[in-house]
């Protein structure tokens, strides 16, 4: 008997839906090497969150980390460093306390088989720039990989579905924290920086409209030496020169 497709399943739509609304970063003026990383994403949950937030992260923690440090304290921008690493840190946290509960659920009602996904998986290498990006591509597969672990407990009816939901909207917070924290970060030091080069700028036209003064102050023709003298814009006036005596 000739196979009959009964449901119909995703050929890679879904993907694509999903990698239509990815957040359009500009990276052509990053100049440091990245580590590729073969990443896998299966929930649809890990796919979006992937894709909206990781290249945004990037590029806001790289103006922090290499951008802002060549103008900024070197210890505030530590600072900042170390609270975004806390942000993550507190997620890991979090995950790997609901991935070891969701496993221990599923070993104490016998429950063998985890719930998978018929969509196609997100299959990518990952350009990651720096060290608190990889942290934050392990936060995400760490999430993916708790999705269909918590679907799993929900069909069986070991948890109900409304505990899934707030449990998932909370972890996926805390995930979003991390990536709004770094835009937050970085967008005060954008304005600091335009600031200082602001008041950088007004400086030098004080100093400019300083030199002015002096220089039209100053007397820009010698006493009948014949002698063409610069004057204070730097171009050159010509003297008059004297008779010749009689």
Do not use: W
Request: aromatic fraction near 4%; charge should be neutral.
């Amino acid at each position: 008997m000739a196979n009959v497709e009964i449901v119909k399943v995703d050929q890679g739509g879904a993907n694509a839906r999903i990698l239509a609304r990815e957040a359009k970063v500009d990276f052509r003026r990053v100049e440091a090497a990245s580590l590729k990383i073969a990443t896998r994403f299966s929930s649809a949950e890990g796919k979006r969150m992937f894709v909206r937030m990781f290249n945004t992260l990037q590029l806001n923690t790289h103006f922090i980390s290499v951008i802002a440090r060549t103008r900024l304290d070197h210890e505030e921008i530590g600072k900042i460093e170390t609270a975004l690493r806390s942000r993550i840190d507190t997620a890991t946290a979090s995950l790997n306390e609901a991935i070891d509960g969701a496993e221990a659920l599923c070993k104490a009602h016998g429950i063998t088989s985890l719930a998978s996904y018929d969509t196609v998986p997100l299959d990518l290498d990952v350009h990651v720039l720096s060290s608190i990006s990889r942290r934050f591509l392990e936060v995400l597969v760490k999430l993916d990989q708790l999705m269909p672990l918590l679907q799993t407990l929900e069909i069986h009816e070991v948890v109900s579905a409304q505990a899934v939901d707030t449990q998932r909207a909370g972890l996926k917070r805390q995930v979003r924290d991390i990536a709004n924290g770094a835009r937050s970060f970085a967008t005060g030091l954008r304005r600091r920086m335009n600031a200082l080069d602001a008041r950088t700028g007004e400086t030098a036209a004080l100093a400019g409209a300083a030199d002015t003064d002096e220089a039209l102050e100053a007397p820009t023709v010698a006493a009948t030496t014949g002698v063409a003298t610069p004057n204070a814009t730097g171009g050159v006036l010509h003297e008059a020169i004297p008779l010749a005596p009689e």
